[in-house]
Protein backbone atom coordinates (compact mmCIF):
# COMPACT_ATOMS: atom_id res chain seq x y z
CA UNK A 1 0.00 0.00 0.00
CA UNK A 2 2.93 2.08 1.21
CA UNK A 3 4.32 2.10 -2.90
CA UNK A 4 1.03 2.55 -4.20
CA UNK A 5 0.20 5.26 -2.55
CA UNK A 6 3.78 7.29 -3.11
CA UNK A 7 3.00 6.54 -6.54
CA UNK A 8 -0.44 7.96 -6.53
CA UNK A 9 1.00 11.46 -4.80
CA UNK A 10 4.10 11.65 -7.08
CA UNK A 11 1.38 11.64 -10.08
CA UNK A 12 -0.85 13.93 -8.70
CA UNK A 13 2.13 16.27 -7.24
CA UNK A 14 4.28 15.83 -10.01
CA UNK A 15 2.65 14.20 -12.87
CA UNK A 16 5.39 11.94 -13.43
CA UNK A 17 6.56 8.08 -11.47
CA UNK A 18 7.78 7.82 -8.27
CA UNK A 19 11.50 6.44 -9.59
CA UNK A 20 11.97 9.23 -11.90
CA UNK A 21 11.44 12.21 -9.14
CA UNK A 22 14.64 14.13 -7.88
CA UNK A 23 15.98 13.07 -4.67
CA UNK A 24 14.02 15.70 -2.69
CA UNK A 25 10.96 15.05 -4.17
CA UNK A 26 11.31 11.33 -3.87
CA UNK A 27 11.95 11.83 0.28
CA UNK A 28 9.34 14.30 0.25
CA UNK A 29 6.64 12.18 -1.40
CA UNK A 30 7.75 9.48 0.75
CA UNK A 31 7.21 11.46 4.21
CA UNK A 32 3.65 12.47 2.77
CA UNK A 33 2.56 8.76 1.84
CA UNK A 34 4.22 7.98 5.17
CA UNK A 35 1.51 10.53 7.03
CA UNK A 36 -1.29 9.86 4.85
CA UNK A 37 -0.92 6.24 5.76
CA UNK A 38 -0.29 6.87 9.62
CA UNK A 39 -3.76 9.47 9.55
CA UNK A 40 -6.36 7.12 11.27
CA UNK A 41 -9.35 8.43 9.16
CA UNK A 42 -12.21 5.82 10.86
CA UNK A 43 -14.90 7.32 12.15
CA UNK A 44 -16.72 5.13 14.64
CA UNK A 45 -19.60 7.11 15.17
CA UNK A 46 -20.83 5.80 11.55
CA UNK A 47 -18.35 2.88 11.21
CA UNK A 48 -16.79 4.41 8.07
CA UNK A 49 -13.23 4.53 7.02
CA UNK A 50 -12.49 7.50 4.69
CA UNK A 51 -9.70 6.91 2.16
CA UNK A 52 -7.72 10.06 0.77
CA UNK A 53 -7.39 11.07 -3.12
CA UNK A 54 -4.16 8.08 -3.58
CA UNK A 55 -6.01 5.50 -1.41
CA UNK A 56 -8.99 5.35 -3.51
CA UNK A 57 -6.95 5.29 -6.53
CA UNK A 58 -4.56 2.61 -5.21
CA UNK A 59 -7.92 0.67 -4.37
CA UNK A 60 -8.94 0.92 -8.01
CA UNK A 61 -5.83 -0.32 -9.30
CA UNK A 62 -5.86 -3.20 -6.53
CA UNK A 63 -8.81 -4.70 -8.09
CA UNK A 64 -7.35 -4.86 -11.67
CA UNK A 65 -3.86 -6.26 -9.75
CA UNK A 66 -6.30 -8.98 -8.07
CA UNK A 67 -8.42 -9.98 -11.00
CA UNK A 68 -5.26 -10.76 -13.16
CA UNK A 69 -4.02 -12.23 -10.45
CA UNK A 70 -6.91 -15.14 -9.60
CA UNK A 71 -7.29 -15.16 -13.48
CA UNK A 72 -3.28 -16.55 -14.07
CA UNK A 73 -2.13 -19.37 -13.04
CA UNK A 74 1.65 -18.60 -13.30
CA UNK A 75 0.89 -15.74 -10.94
CA UNK A 76 -1.01 -16.65 -8.28
CA UNK A 77 1.10 -19.70 -6.79
CA UNK A 78 -0.83 -22.53 -7.72
CA UNK A 79 -4.47 -21.27 -7.09
CA UNK A 80 -6.79 -22.69 -9.33
CA UNK A 81 -7.40 -20.63 -12.63
CA UNK A 82 -9.94 -17.88 -12.22
CA UNK A 83 -10.89 -18.99 -8.54
CA UNK A 84 -12.32 -15.73 -8.30
CA UNK A 85 -13.88 -14.03 -11.32
CA UNK A 86 -17.20 -12.15 -9.68
CA UNK A 87 -17.02 -8.98 -10.00
CA UNK A 88 -18.69 -8.27 -6.32
CA UNK A 89 -16.28 -10.35 -5.22
CA UNK A 90 -13.08 -9.38 -6.34
CA UNK A 91 -14.28 -5.57 -5.00
CA UNK A 92 -14.59 -7.05 -1.49
CA UNK A 93 -11.36 -9.37 -1.61
CA UNK A 94 -9.71 -6.15 -2.76
CA UNK A 95 -11.69 -4.15 0.27
CA UNK A 96 -10.11 -6.67 3.07
CA UNK A 97 -6.82 -6.57 1.78
CA UNK A 98 -6.88 -2.72 1.60
CA UNK A 99 -8.64 -2.94 5.20
CA UNK A 100 -5.70 -5.79 6.14
CA UNK A 101 -3.30 -3.27 4.89
CA UNK A 102 -4.94 0.34 6.91
CA UNK A 103 -5.22 -1.67 9.92
CA UNK A 104 -1.21 -2.70 9.83
CA UNK A 105 -0.28 0.84 9.54
CA UNK A 106 -2.69 3.70 10.65
CA UNK A 107 -2.08 4.50 14.07
CA UNK A 108 -4.77 3.54 16.77
CA UNK A 109 -6.34 6.41 18.75
CA UNK A 110 -4.55 8.20 21.16
CA UNK A 111 -1.42 6.26 20.54
CA UNK A 112 1.78 6.39 18.19
CA UNK A 113 1.67 2.81 16.96
CA UNK A 114 -0.93 0.84 14.59
CA UNK A 115 -3.49 -1.63 15.44
CA UNK A 116 -1.01 -4.34 15.04
CA UNK A 117 1.65 -2.85 17.21
CA UNK A 118 3.43 -1.88 13.80
CA UNK A 119 3.67 -5.26 12.62
CA UNK A 120 4.88 -6.21 9.80
CA UNK A 121 8.11 -4.40 10.92
CA UNK A 122 8.34 -1.59 7.49
CA UNK A 123 10.46 1.78 7.50
CA UNK A 124 8.80 3.33 4.14
CA UNK A 125 5.54 3.39 5.80
CA UNK A 126 6.80 3.98 8.83
CA UNK A 127 6.25 0.81 10.81
CA UNK A 128 9.31 0.49 13.34
CA UNK A 129 9.27 -1.68 16.15
CA UNK A 130 7.64 -0.47 19.09
CA UNK A 131 9.56 -1.08 22.36
CA UNK A 132 7.39 -3.50 23.80
CA UNK A 133 6.86 -5.38 20.70
CA UNK A 134 10.72 -6.24 21.34
CA UNK A 135 10.23 -6.68 25.12
CA UNK A 136 7.14 -9.28 24.64
CA UNK A 137 9.14 -11.04 21.73
CA UNK A 138 11.76 -11.69 23.99
CA UNK A 139 10.00 -12.62 26.80
CA UNK A 140 7.81 -14.93 24.88
CA UNK A 141 11.24 -16.78 23.56
CA UNK A 142 12.59 -17.11 26.67
CA UNK A 143 8.93 -18.36 28.13
CA UNK A 144 9.32 -21.26 24.87
CA UNK A 145 12.77 -22.40 25.56
CA UNK A 146 12.10 -22.60 29.18
CA UNK A 147 8.68 -25.15 28.20
CA UNK A 148 11.40 -27.33 25.85
CA UNK A 149 13.45 -28.00 27.98
CA UNK A 150 11.31 -28.53 31.10
CA UNK A 151 10.00 -31.23 28.71
CA UNK A 152 13.23 -32.47 27.72
CA UNK A 153 14.55 -32.81 30.84
CA UNK A 154 11.15 -34.50 32.36
CA UNK A 155 11.35 -36.92 29.15
CA UNK A 156 15.16 -37.82 30.46
CA UNK A 157 14.63 -37.78 33.58
CA UNK A 158 11.76 -40.40 34.29
CA UNK A 159 11.73 -43.26 31.90
CA UNK A 160 7.80 -44.41 32.39
CA UNK A 161 7.12 -41.25 30.50
CA UNK A 162 8.49 -41.96 27.24
Given amino acids: MGQHTA ?3 AQQRYQQPFEVLSRLQQASVQGEAI ?3 KTNRYDAATATLQLTTSQTATYHQQIDYWSG ?3 ESSRNGGLKVNLITD ?4 RQFTAFVIW ?3 V ?3 ERPGV ?3 YTNNFPYDPSVGNLSTPSALLWSAFSLMVLL ?3 ATVLLAFGKFDYLG
Fill in 112 to 114: DYS
Fill in 87 to 90: PTEL
Fill in 104 to 106: SVA
Fill in 69 to 71: YFR
Fill in 35 to 37: LEL
Fill in 146 to 148: AGI
Fill in 100 to 102: AAW
Fill in 7 to 9: EAI
